[in-house]
């Protein structure tokens, strides 16, 4: 069993930055493939990024390609989402994800992840 619990949100203003963590508890991240999602008010949970553990291979939704940046700490068993630039419509409750079986015909959709965290706020002002 696979434990995340996600941190780091909080309220900043458009252009800032915010760094969220997802740690897991129960075993490693090794062989499985990680993601960061998020829902906004009155709106569907969506992909965000996939990042393959054992590959290294990650994937960005275009929205925030070139302004969040995945890595991962193997020693303290944690994939952190660094959050630049960020935007009014970046604001969502972000939760990270792990799944032992995903590709990238599937890495969008939430039933293929065995794992979530509770979520962490994110809210941009104008």
Do not use: H
Request: aromatic share 12%.
């Amino acid at each position: 069993q696979v434990q995340l619990v996600e941190s780091g949100g909080g309220l900043v203003q458009a252009g800032g930055s915010l760094r969220l963590s997802c740690a897991a508890s129960g075993r490693t991240f090794s062989g499985y493939t990680m993601g960061w999602f998020r829902q906004a008010p009155g709106k569907e949970r969506e992909f965000v990024v996939a990042y393959w553990w054992s590959s290294d291979s990650l994937v960005y939704a275009d929205s925030v390609k070139g302004r969040f940046t995945i890595s991962r700490d193997n020693a303290k068993n944690t994939v952190y989402l660094q959050m630049d630039s960020l935007k009014p419509e970046d604001t969502a409750v972000y939760y990270c994800a792990a799944g032992r079986r995903i590709t990238i015909a599937t890495m969008r959709e939430l039933v293929e992840y065995d794992y979530w965290g509770q979520g962490t706020q994110v809210t941009v002002s104008s």
